[in-house]
Nanobody, 125 residues
Framework: QVQLVESGGGLVQAGGSLRLSCVGS????????MGWFRQAPGKEREFVGT????????YYADSVKGRFTISRDNAKNTLYLQMNSLKPEDTAVYYC??????????????????WGQGTQVTVSS
């Protein structure tokens, strides 16, 4: 069982930055691939980005490419999402997720088997 807790959300003006954190449990943390998703009001949850268990491969949704960066600190069991040049359309609840089954770069929601509770990000215009 892996427990994930996100933090770092809040209210920011357009053009600003936020860094989300996701702290996880489990001694196998360094072997997990991880990702971020988001869900805006009235919309389905969508993929944001993913990071391989080795930490050397990433893949991002086109809507955030060049603005968002995923990284990890295995010593702290923490996954990060650095969000720059934020836009009002980035407003959503952001979720971190883990693939504990060895998938290198999971992208689909069903490829992730543990999820956090989410943290709200609101970008004002």
């Amino acid at each position: 069982q892996v427990q994930l807790v996100e933090s770092g959300g809040g209210l920011v003006q357009a053009g600003g930055s936020l860094r989300l954190s996701c702290v996880g449990s489990g001694r196998a943390w360094r072997r997990y691939s991880m990702g971020w998703f988001r869900q805006a009001p009235g919309k389905e949850r969508e993929f944001v980005g993913t990071l391989s268990w080795s930490g050397d491969q990433t893949y991002y949704a086109d809507s955030v490419k060049g603005r968002f960066t995923i990284s990890r600190d295995n010593a702290k069991n923490t996954l990060y999402l650095q969000m720059n040049s934020l836009k009002p359309e980035d407003t959503a609840v952001y979720y971190c997720a883990v693939n504990s089954k060895g998938r290198s770069l999971p992208v689909r929601q069903y490829e992730f088997d543990y999820w956090g509770q989410g943290t709200q990000v609101t970008v004002s215009s």
